[in-house]
């Protein structure tokens, strides 16, 4: 069974960092793009980054300059450094790939991760 799993999250004041991981584990024959995403209570869940198989990266206007999104292919994770926290980055975080399982090799799925709380206080 395919899966990512994040790690990571957690409480930080305002102008702090934090480091998220997301492991893509399983029977996996290609991992393509990869990303984070990110859900405020009481708001749509929303692009926060991605990165293509390649290091191609795109970033959400509200996190540019600040977040840096980052993958190691030998270790199928995808990592997510965000520095300079502020109040309004507070949410739940996604992880996100497209995948080919194995078993439908060619074929691509969308994963999604648990999720991970990220609190930032002012």
């Known amino acids: 069974q395919v899966q990512l799993v994040e790690s990571g999250g957690g409480s930080v004041q305002a102008g702090g960092s934090l480091r998220l991981s997301c492991a893509a584990s399983g029977s996996i024959f290609r991992i393509n793009d990869m990303g984070w995403y990110r859900q405020a209570p009481g708001k749509q869940r929303e692009l926060v980054a991605r990165i293509g198989s390649g290091g191609n990266t795109v970033y959400a206007g509200a996190v540019k300059g600040r977040f840096t999104i980052s993958r190691d292919n030998a270790k199928d994770t995808v990592y997510l450094q965000m520095n300079s926290l502020k109040p309004e980055d507070t949410a739940v975080y996604y992880c996100?790939?497209?995948?080919?399982?194995?078993?439908?090799?060619?074929?691509?799925?969308?994963?999604w991760g648990q999720g991970t709380q990220v609190t930032v206080s002012s």
């Open positions: 996100n790939a497209h995948m080919e399982p194995r078993h439908t090799p060619y074929y691509e799925n969308t994963y």
